[in-house]
C-alpha cells in the first residue's frame, strides 16, 4: 500500500449525492493524469491516455461502525493491465456522506496531490454541497 495514495472527504448526511458525483466526475475529467493508464507489455511498459473515459462513482450504503473496515479493504494495489490507476466511492452512513479516492503515485505524486485537493474544494459542485468538508489522509 506504500504506491496507493488515499483520500477520504465527509459530508454532511444532507449532502446531495448526484451533485457531488458529478463534482467528482468533473474533477477526474480536467485532471489528464487520472486518464492515464500504464500497462506492460512484450515491447516493455506502456504509458497513454485512456482511449474512453469511463470513470464511474460506486455508491453504497454502510453502517458507521463498518466506515473504517470498509475504508481498509479500499485501498488495494493496483494492476498494470490498462485499468485505471485510481479508484473512487461514496458511502453513505447514517451519519455523513463519504467520499474515498485512491490513487497510484505514479499518476499523482505529492505536488500533484495538492493540486487535486484544492480541484474539488473549488469545483462548484462540491463547494455548493459539501458542507465543512474533513480531508483524512
Not at 90 to 101: D, E, I, S
Not at 105 to 128: N, V, W
Amino acid at each position: 500500500r506504500i504506491y496507493n495514495q488515499p483520500v477520504m472527504l465527509s459530508f454532511l448526511p444532507d449532502t446531495d449525492e448526484e451533485r457531488l458525483a458529478g463534482a467528482v466526475l468533473q474533477v477526474i475529467s480536467s485532471h489528464p493524469a487520472l486518464l492515464t493508464v500504464i500497462q506492460s507489455t512484450q515491447d516493455g511498459w506502456r504509458q497513454h491516455p485512456v482511449e474512453e473515459n469511463n470513470a464511474r462513482l460506486l455508491a453504497g450504503q454502510i453502517a458507521e461502525e463498518d466506515l473504517q473496515e470498509a475504508v481498509q479493504a479500499f485501498i488495494l494495489p493496483f494492476a498494470f493491465d490498462g485499468s485505471p490507476l485510481f479508484r473512487t466511492r461514496l458511502l453513505r452512513t447514517p451519519k455523513r456522506l463519504v467520499f474515498l479516492m485512491d490513487v497510484h503515485h505514479m499518476i499523482c505524486d505529492g505536488e500533484s496531490q495538492i493540486m487535486k485537493e484544492k480541484a474539488f474544494q473549488k469545483t462548484p459542485g462540491l463547494r455548493s454541497c459539501a458542507k465543512r468538508p474533513r480531508l483524512m489522509m
